[in-house]
C-alpha cells in the first residue's frame, strides 16, 4: 500500500510537496527573517505589481526564495501570494486579466464609433450588390411597391 498523506506542520512551507518530501516552493531563513521585517500588509495594487514582476515568476519549479527574492517586497502578504502564486501561475495570470478588465474605464473596452464602421459596411453592401447584380435594400425603392 502507499504511504498516508503528509499532514502540513504549521512551521511547514506554504505551496504544496514533491513526492521526495521536498518543498515546491522553499523560503530560506534568511529570507524569512527578512520577511519578518516588513509590515503585514500593503496596498492590493502594490502587493499585485510586484508579484507579477518578481523575476520568480519565470523559474522553474521547484524553488527557494532568497533574501534578494524578499528584499524589495511591498509587505509579508505579497511574499505569500508570491508563493501560493509560484504554484499556480496560469490562475494568477487568469485572475491578473479579470481583475484589469473590472478596472479599465468602459471607454477603453467599446469601440466608440461615429458612423465610420456603419458607412464601411453599407459601401461593403453596395460593392457586393452591385458586382452580384443584387439591389441594395433602401436605394431606388421609392417607385417599387
Not at 65 to 73: C, H, K, P, Y
Request: overall charge negative; glycine content about 8%; aromatic content about 4%.
Amino acid at each position: 500500500m502507499g504511504r498516508a498523506p503528509r499532514k502540513k506542520q504549521r512551521d511547514e512551507p506554504i505551496g504544496g510537496w514533491l513526492a521526495d518530501g521536498s518543498a515546491v516552493v522553499a523560503v530560506s531563513e534568511r529570507a524569512a527573517a527578512r520577511m519578518r521585517e516588513l509590515p503585514p500588509t500593503a496596498a492590493a495594487e502594490e502587493e499585485i505589481r510586484w508579484i507579477r514582476a518578481h523575476p520568480a515568476m519565470l523559474r522553474r519549479l521547484p524553488l527557494e526564495l532568497t533574501e534578494e527574492d524578499v528584499g524589495s517586497a511591498p509587505s509579508q502578504a505579497a511574499v505569500i501570494q508570491l508563493v501560493h502564486w509560484l504554484t499556480d501561475r496560469g490562475h494568477f495570470y487568469q485572475q491578473l486579466l479579470m481583475e484589469q478588465r473590472k478596472v479599465a474605464p468602459l471607454s477603453d473596452r467599446v469601440i466608440e464609433d461615429e458612423g465610420g464602421i456603419e458607412q464601411q459596411i453599407e459601401e461593403i453592401l453596395r460593392s457586393l450588390a452591385e458586382q452580384s447584380g443584387w439591389r441594395v435594400p433602401g436605394e431606388g425603392d421609392e417607385g417599387v411597391k
